[in-house]
């Protein structure tokens, strides 16, 4: 299995503008999670889905950032329009569910997106 | 939401000196996982203890968890260079994890 691939993988932006990341999660994983990593705030949380519905977007830091799953193998986080405190790394994983045929609820996480907003 | 304190923040060790980090919580915990993060890299799972007292190895590595579930240390016996790294705790419920700030292990040649 290729693992959870992420793109791109480094985004250099304006403030302003639109920034669209892109995650494919492990085939066959029911969970998929967006997190953002800062020195500052450490590792946040933003949205997860389950079967491709969103189920907590708790810690999506405003309405800026929006996040989709329109299938089981493709999501967007999508922040419009850009800023500056919007830099970070940008991770997305996925977890198999015992439903799904998991064991350990592990989370497989892809190689983030490193995400500079000028 | 409910956290997942670890300390330290940072240790620099000499190689061969031995590494540990701690992870603790307020409430009882269902289980813990730990991840390492190499620097530039993205978090990797190492493993899940579950059973109150439970003790894991993997080869330098041993993983506790303590009696009352509240808390869980990390050891490294022996560091060397390739440990070097970011060592989070996450606390799991139904398969969302909550993640601690991590430890950040250098290793002094």
């Known amino acids: 299995d290729a693992g959870v691939i992420q793109s791109p993988r480094h985004e250099v932006t304006e403030m302003g503008q639109e920034v669209t990341l892109r995650c494919k999660p492990i085939s066959g994983h029911d969970y998929l999670f967006w997190y953002r990593q800062t020195m500052m705030r450490g590792l946040e949380l933003l949205i997860y889905f389950n079967n491709n519905v969103p189920i907590d977007d708790s810690g999506m830091p405003e309405d800026r950032f929006s996040a989709k799953m329109p299938n089981a193998s493709f999501s967007t986080l999508k922040i419009q329009p850009s800023e500056p405190r919007d830099s970070a790394v940008y991770f997305c994983?996925?977890?198999?569910?015992?439903?799904?045929?998991?064991?350990?609820?592990?989370?497989?996480f892809g190689p983030g997106t490193r995400l500079t907003v000028l | 939401g409910q956290q997942v304190m670890q300390i330290p923040q940072y240790q620099h060790v000499q190689e061969g000196e031995d590494f540990t980090t701690y992870c603790n919580s307020s409430?009882?915990?269902?289980?813990i996982q730990w991840y390492k993060q190499r620097p530039g890299g993205h978090p990797v799972f190492l493993i899940q203890l579950v059973k109150s007292g439970e003790v894991k190895k993997q080869k330098r590595l041993t993983f506790q968890f303590g009696e009352a579930k509240k808390n869980s240390s990390l050891h490294i016996t022996a560091t060397q260079t390739t440990d070097v790294g970011t060592y989070f705790c996450a606390r799991s419920g139904s398969y969302i994890p909550t993640f601690g700030r991590g430890t950040s292990l250098i290793v002094h040649p």
């Open positions: 409430t009882t915990l269902s289980n």
């Open positions: 994983a996925s977890t198999a569910s015992r439903l799904a045929g998991g064991s350990y609820n592990e989370q497989f």
